[in-house]
């Protein structure tokens, strides 16, 4: 029997190889946005070529997981990362890089540190000169930049393209229709989507 797999969301645990590994390559192939599990740092790169329509776990968390799959297709949500790195306003630089140690070990690449309230509200960003430049007892929300581009979950990826094209930027947040920050887009992830779309469109 021949299932259809294209624009289909599927959580798969796998490891670097065996069945689960296979079966991840195999739904990628065949159109379907991946959800992996379980998967060590080493393998990550091995889904490069279509990572736009992976969302990879190294430390699985069904909440995120569950809160993913619910996203329309053609969405910010749909295609956004939940691995960033935020910190508190209310926090000292001290403690700031800290918690920014913990998260950057989870994240590929960090682009931007954003600042947010006891809510998760999106406020700003820091910048890391100033971040390593000012006494270590500075507070966060002494220092933070205010201004920060953003996306909501529900607008389009052509207009979240555009943003990011408009302001040359190489990541950017998306929040909640109350600015609750919720996870990030890379461009990297917007010039997959738009390869993979233009290959399709050619076939």
């Not at 993913?68 to 949500?77: F, H, I, K, Q, V």
């Not at 820091?126 to 909501?152: E, G, H, M, Q, W």
């Not at 909640?176 to 890379?186: A, F």
Request: proline share 1%; hydrophobic share 40%.
């Amino acid at each position: 029997m021949s299932y259809n797999f294209k624009n289909k969301k599927i959580i798969i645990s796998a490891g670097a190889s065996g069945i689960g590994w296979a079966t991840a390559k195999e739904c990628l192939e065949k159109g379907a946005k991946v959800f992996v599990c379980d998967i060590d740092k080493k393998s990550i790169n091995k889904l490069k070529k279509n990572k736009s329509r992976v969302s990879l776990f190294v430390e699985p968390n069904l909440k995120d997981i569950k809160e993913l799959l619910t996203y329309s297709e053609n969405t910010a949500g749909a295609i956004m990362a939940k691995e960033l790195v935020k910190v508190k306003e209310s926090l000292s630089v001290l403690k700031c890089i800290d918690y920014m140690r913990a998260q950057a070990e989870n994240v590929t690449r960090v682009h931007s540190i954003y600042v947010v309230d006891n809510s998760d509200k999106l406020l700003g960003r820091l910048s890391l000169k100033d971040l390593l430049t000012v006494n270590s007892r500075a507070k966060v929300k002494d220092i933070y930049i205010p201004k920060v581009d953003f996306v909501y979950v529900n607008q389009s990826i052509e207009e979240t393209a555009k943003i990011m094209s408009k302001y040359d930027l190489e990541a950017i947040p998306v929040v909640s229709e109350d600015k609750i920050l919720l996870g990030r887009i890379t461009i990297d992830d917007i010039v997959d989507l738009i390869k993979e779309e233009a290959e399709e469109d050619y076939q």
